[in-house]
């Protein structure tokens, strides 16, 4: 089993120019006509335009593609590593363009004030790293200030694919949700997000520790949502022969708890290992599919389109993952339109799209640039578009 260690990581970090993205342009401005017209004065006619219709900025700015990702925290620097990483995935995997703001921790109202002060900026905003307060709480609160979708995107991207992973459970097993024997462990805002779209009837333990005291035996679907700490492979004491174990951290010991329950299914935050589950296999496809139909929020309607898109595309073999690869175009096109279509809807969306083979063709156009752009990600999936006849023979077996 492949792992990451500190010095591949390090070294990949600071290899030629140092992080993960940079800004490029999207117009020429090599004369002086085009610098002209991308500046000044040309930029003065799509300003006074603006200023007469707000609108107008999604048609002349890269507002409508652009995703603040934005974190607090005591040591702000520390935390842009992950963030970045967030806003380069958000590009690679739905063409969006996205960069980070740390911002120096303050009081709720000092931050609110802030987010929303350069909310204009942006077409959506994701919320991560939020260590100093509920960050549920602050979602909501944003939310009720501006006209722009704010997610929470790291806790409700994995609590969608949890509640997906569940869905496939069930319908694997035959199981009904009122009879299956849920167990979440963890606090914070994941646990609270999974705690949500999964409803009540789940046994909550806030911590691995409390956890082993408690005994957690005889359960179906066992979902650990803290991604620092890996629960030992005796927590879990006996199990069902067909229960389904969620692991978010990436330092589970995969081959580890694999022996230890050879006939569970086994899904962990370490996308090296078998059965990946985390936060980008829908949170780019939720704000990709809000930002296309101008959508005020994102919604209900839309996280559920989104949970039952994503747990459509996992392979229907008993011996399969839950969920599908992360390189699966298919989470692009289908969870997309799905919540483009649910935005559509529910009445959020400001923007309507009504040819949907042609939506999803574009989002695979969108993929094949960044593809040719980067050539780091091939996509694989069930699409008989150029983007898999090029760069994929077939979709990969489990």
Not at 106 to 112: A, G, V
Not at 196 to 217: F, M, N, P, R, Y
Not at 362 to 389: A, W
Request: net charge neutral; with cysteine; proline share 5%.
């Amino acid at each position: 089993m492949s792992y990451t260690n500190e010095k591949e990581a390090l070294k990949y970090h600071s290899k030629g120019r140092a992080g993960k993205t940079e800004v490029i342009p999207t117009k020429p401005a090599d004369s002086a006509e085009s610098i002209a017209l991308a500046y000044s004065p040309g930029a003065s006619f799509p300003s006074h335009s603006i200023g007469k219709e707000k609108w107008n900025a999604y048609r002349y700015t890269n507002k409508g593609n652009l995703v603040g990702v934005l974190s607090d925290g005591a040591s702000p620097l520390a935390t842009k590593p992950l963030m970045e990483g967030k806003s380069m995935l958000l590009k690679q995997f739905a063409d969006i363009d996205a960069f980070d703001i740390e911002i120096t921790d303050k009081d709720d109202d000092t931050l609110t004030g802030i987010i929303q002060s350069i909310a204009p900026t942006f077409g959506a905003i994701s919320i991560g790293g939020i260590k100093s307060r509920d960050g549920l709480a602050l979602q909501e609160k944003l939310q009720k200030l501006l006209d722009i979708p704010v997610l929470h995107d790291e806790a409700y991207g994995a609590a969608v694919c949890i509640a997906a992973a569940f869905t496939n459970y069930l319908k694997r097993t035959g199981k009904e949700a009122a009879e299956t024997r849920t167990a979440l462990i963890g606090s914070g805002t994941t646990a609270r997000a999974a705690t949500q779209l999964l409803g009540s009837g789940i046994l909550h333990i806030e911590s691995t520790d409390k956890a082993e005291a408690t005994a957690v035996c005889g359960y179906d679907f066992i979902i650990c949502t803290d991604t620092q700490q890996t629960p030992a492979p005796s927590l879990f004491g006996s199990i069902v022969p067909d229960a389904a174990i969620i692991i978010l951290s990436p330092f589970c010991d995969y081959d580890a708890m694999r022996k230890a329950y050879p006939r569970a299914t086994l899904l962990t935050g370490n996308i090296l290992q078998p059965g990946y589950i985390g936060s980008i296999l829908a949170s780019p496809y939720l704000f990709r599919g809000a930002l296309d139909t101008l959508s005020a929020s994102i919604n209900n309607s839309m996280t559920e389109a989104a949970i039952k898109s994503l747990a459509s595309l996992a392979a229907e073999s008993k011996d399969a993952p839950l969920l599908p690869r992360y390189n699966d175009t298919r989470l692009a096109t289908e969870i997309s339109a799905a919540v483009a279509q649910a935005a559509i809807g529910s009445g959020v969306a400001r923007r309507n799209i009504t040819n949907w083979e042609e939506y999803r063709q574009t989002l695979l156009s969108r993929l094949e640039r960044i593809y040719n752009m980067t050539g780091h990600i091939k996509h694989y999936g069930n699409s008989n578009h150029r983007l898999h006849r090029r760069y994929t023979r077939a979709a990969p077996e489990y």
